[in-house]
């Protein structure tokens, strides 16, 4: 007869110890995302931590998740700054000029990550929109007070379940 196993004892709090390190940067920057994208007070603010981060001789002593997601959220206003301050630097040799140059010109915009997976929408069609009408009142009957928070990511998600690639940017600037 074989023998019962011995059940495992995890201690779940050094588990949590370990890990919130690590991916509570990540659900700051979710957070602060979120918040960038309900109000415009807050976009604001996260476009000029995000410049002001640039700059080396500033810290703000920000978490590191509200850094990112600002940075994220106005990546071309950031990259911007950041020419400045390379022309601003009169004694910098042309070949590390060149090497930043370099290095700017490989870093993808907000819509390089986000729109390729995504085709251009295609407006003319009467089933897309009677599908987006319908995600829409879909989204509003189970959104309920949430609806502008969640809304738009909640009729992308239905709009693919339907067959039709709708952009996020796209129902934000057309429906919100």
Known sequence: MSKKKEPIDI?????A????????????????????????????L???I???????????????GVVLASMFDSV?????????????ISDLPDSIRDLLKDIKETIPTKEDII?????PVKEQSHQFQKALSDCVGNAKDNLGI????????WIVSC?????????????KEKLF
């Open 11 to 15: 201690n779940w709090t050094k588990v």
């Open 17 to 44: 110890e370990l890990g919130m390190p690590v991916l509570g940067p990540f659900v700051q920057g979710a957070m602060w995302y979120g918040f960038l994208n309900i109000d415009k007070r807050a976009q604001a």
């Open 46 to 48: 996260g476009r000029f």
């Open 50 to 64: 995000a410049v002001a981060e640039v700059v080396p001789a500033v810290d703000l002593n920000l978490p590191q």
């Open 76 to 88: 071309e206003e950031a990259i911007e700054i950041y020419d400045k301050i390379v022309e601003s």
């Open 115 to 119: 729109d390729p997976v995504l085709d």
């Open 146 to 153: 949430s609806y502008f928070m969640l809304g738009p990511a």
């Open 159 to 171: 709009m693919l379940q339907k067959g039709f690639s709708v952009p996020l940017s796209y129902v």
